[in-house]
């Protein structure tokens, strides 16, 4: 295993194109891009599919049909249609963060306790009160790992840009594969998996902060946390 | 479309039967392999932690650089479909390693507890009573590990093994629409197939979970 | 306990299942594996991920599938660096090259002076070939890398050669093939021979449609296109002169290892090289980019109007 192309200091410099902070840079922004947009579609739809319990046929199965549209055909699918540029990596991984997404918001709604949200309506709270006030943070914790999921593949998948001719951290590999070069394609790989892991850590930590205590378990003793 | 495929209906037709074959051979040999690995997180509660970063970080190496990369380490052939048959059952058992640990834990400790009072030793027990009640999380994460498998196969194209994603590759150099959504197609009828047939067989092995409704399958 | 013995039923049966379509495919994936045991075995004929390397390399297949011979195709293999390496690991058995472009690949240091002609490469190329490889008879169909702007880009830099690049290069962008950043006949032999240095190199593709469609969609200034395209007409780009013969003369060849080359081979190959000229190959390429027929059905027609099948 040769490291010397991910050590070399040449290719981190800032203002190397083609070199590690901006190919790490565009492929941030392709995953930030696709899960932001990711989330706006299938936050709402499976928060309401999983309040309402009407369509839980489409979020049960939407994650799996999502899941079995190759992302690679999607890519040059969309580059074939709509040529070079942004959209069409956006269209390919947005369509890969929905499901995870959509399917941990309905499952989270779905996984609560009804005692609980009938106490929240005892108490007399509005229909958006008992939503944003106790269902969606009580959901949260599941909502969060199918975010989390999302995040830990777009990262991984966000390479295939690289072999449209697109960029992002795939050129390391399409273009290490190109000219046989494997210290490259493998200073790509590692980059790929530490950003993940880095990304899944900061998610964790976030949403140690977002999540009440007395959900978490954090606010009980050890032995009677919940196992999910 | 139609044409296309009266055409090509051989090159279609192979690339179809590779597909299976380099995305089903790994969810096979990943299942098998995943069961003592998610069982050895149960038993023992140190080793679950670690077991589920290791798996996190094995699913975010990008298929593409296993796929590169397996060779230099296996010795294969640089276009021997053992490297795609390879990498998967890696992603198969990073994923249903938890899963299995994570079923197992889920089993309701009172089961357990019965089972041990009606005098099942261990492996007994484990095998007719915490193995089947774990059956419908484990089984769901197998229809993701397999439906991902099936998706993930196609970037193997890129290095010219890739079963349906030779269609996408094809159709991409020449900008010709047809090819590519012809393996799109087939891609999401074989996922969809492959996740029926594993429903099936949950509904027949778990016959109990249709009793209890919303049995924890996410 | 029932209900285990189910699931292992059901896995034995998919894993039947899995084995009979592996026997029952002729082309079974794992047979790459098992094979060079050198008995009279398949021939395995690769290619390079574009288009033309694919319709040559069927091309070659059907010629030796006429004559007898068992063919495995493994095409869409990828860029030079990586084929070369499956043809010397023995996942292939043979290929389509182009003789200046193997020439300079394999020359460490670039391609020697003035060695240009079709016959001078030929001999060049014959020495330096990697053990256990060879080369077969060599056609006159030529197709070569260029640098081709587009009749706009041409007209405002005042561009017919790549010599006239020197000056506005540093405004331009190029694309092609990832493998030309590092190869002598990609942007270092331009930046030695011609000292062209361009602003910035955008991958894409060897000399595929998504490099044609930069150049035309202005996203791209220059690319590397292959002289075979009919593109290159449609679109009416011009082709960049080379008057220092950085790319040298491209003839088709197949390039072979020496342990898959029996008589029977070489001879139908040699034949498909008598009958191939730069004509006929952008005719038939056209009908595969244009028409967007598939190689197999152009290859067919090809070694039926050459007399050959």
């Known amino acids: ?228 | 479309m139609i044409q296309y495929l009266s055409n090509n209906h051989e090159v279609v037709l192979a690339a179809l039967r590779q597909h299976i074959y380099l995305a089903l051979l790994p969810i096979l040999i990943g299942f098998v392999v995943s069961l003592p690995i998610g069982y050895l997180g149960v038993r023992f509660p140190w080793f679950y932690h670690p077991l589920v970063n290791v798996c996190g970080v094995l699913y975010s190496i990008p298929s593409l650089a296993l796929f590169v990369f397996l060779p230099v380490i296996l010795g294969t052939k640089i276009l021997a479909p053992a490297n795609i048959v390879v990498a998967l059952t890696i992603y198969t058992v990073a994923l249903l390693s938890r899963t299995v640990a994570d079923g197992l834990r889920a089993v309701d400790p009172i089961v357990t507890q019965s089972a041990t009072a009606m005098g099942y030793r261990r492996t007994r027990r484990l095998l007719d009573v915490e193995l089947p009640v774990a059956l419908p999380v484990i089984l769901a994460g197998l229809r993701v590990a397999t439906v991902s498998n099936i998706s993930l196969v196609s970037v193997g194209a890129l290095i010219g093994i890739g079963g349906l994603g030779q269609l996408f590759t094809r159709g991409f150099q020449l900008f010709y629409l047809e090819p590519i959504i012809i393996g799109i197609i087939l891609s999401v009828l074989l996922a969809g197939l492959a996740d029926l047939i594993i429903v099936l067989i949950q509904r027949a092995v778990t016959p109990w979970a249709r009793f209890q409704r919303g049995g924890g399958t996410a | 306990m029932f209900r285990i013995r189910t699931i292992g039923a059901a896995i034995t049966g998919i894993g039947l299942a899995l084995s009979l379509a592996a026997c029952g495919a002729d082309s079974d994936p794992l047979a790459g594996d098992t094979k060079g045991s050198g008995s009279a075995a398949a021939v395995t004929v690769g290619s390079a991920n574009f288009a033309e390397s694919e319709l040559l390399a069927e091309i070659y297949s059907q010629a030796l599938e006429a004559k007898g011979v068992t063919v495995k195709r493994q095409f869409n293999i990828g860029a030079r660096e990586l084929y070369l390496k499956a043809l010397q690991d023995k996942s292939i058995d043979l290929l389509p090259e182009y003789n200046g472009a193997l020439l300079a690949a394999l020359s460490t240091g670039g391609v020697p002076e003035n060695i240009s002609s079709p016959t001078d490469v030929l001999a060049a190329l014959k020495k330096v070939l990697p053990a256990g490889t060879e080369v077969l008879e060599q056609s006159a169909a030529e197709d070569k890398d260029t640098l081709t702007v587009t009749k706009a880009t041409a007209d405002k830099y005042k561009l017919t050669s790549i010599e006239d690049l020197k000056a506005a290069a540093p405004t331009l962008k190029v694309g092609a093939g990832p493998e030309f950043q590092e190869r002598h006949q990609g942007l270092k032999g331009l930046e030695s021979v011609y000292g062209v240095k361009f602003k910035e190199f955008k991958a894409l593709d060897a000399g595929g449609p998504l490099t044609m469609k930069a150049l035309v969609d202005g996203d791209i200034d220059v690319g590397n296109i292959f002289s075979t395209d009919s593109g290159i007409a449609t679109n009416k780009l011009v082709v960049l002169q080379d008057p220092k013969n950085l790319y040298t003369s491209q003839n088709v060849i197949p390039l072979i290892r020496t342990e898959a080359k029996t008589d029977a081979v070489s001879g139908a190959l040699n034949a498909v090289s008598a009958k191939l000229t730069t004509e006929n190959l952008t005719t038939y390429l056209a009908k595969i980019q244009v028409d967007k027929q598939d190689s197999a059905t152009v290859a067919k027609a090809f070694l039926k109007d050459n007399g050959l099948a």
Do not use: C
């Open chain 1, 1 to 228: 295993m040769n490291l010397s192309y991910l050590f070399d200091a040449a290719h981190w410099d800032l203002s190397a194109p083609g070199g590690f902070p901006q190919l790490i840079l565009a492929h941030l922004g392709y995953v930030a891009l696709a899960l932001l947009i990711g989330t706006v579609i299938a936050l709402p739809v499976g928060l309401w599919i999983g309040h309402t319990g009407r369509g839980s046929f489409i979020a049960i199965n939407s994650g799996n049909a999502g899941r079995s549209l190759p992302t690679l055909g999607l890519l040059m699918l969309m580059v074939t249609l709509l040529g070079l540029g942004l959209t069409p990596v956006l269209i390919a991984l947005t369509v890969l963060v929905i499901p995870p997404i959509l399917t941990s918001a309905y499952a989270g709604m779905r996984s609560l306790d009804h005692r609980v949200v009938d106490a929240a309506k005892g108490m007399g709270m509005r229909p958006w009160q008992v939503l944003f006030k106790v269902e969606v943070p009580m959901a949260l914790p599941v909502l969060m790992s199918g975010f989390r999921s999302a995040a830990l593949q777009v990262v991984a998948t966000a390479t295939v840009a690289a072999a449209v001719g697109l960029s992002g951290l795939g050129r390391l590999l399409i273009d290490g594969l190109a000219v046989n070069d494997y210290s490259r394609v493998l200073a790509g790989a590692i980059v790929v998996a530490v950003l993940a892991v880095l990304l899944d850590l900061l998610l964790a930590l976030v949403q140690r902060w977002i999540v009440s205590p007395g959900l978490s378990g954090r606010a009980q003793p050890r032995s009677r946390r919940a196992t999910t």
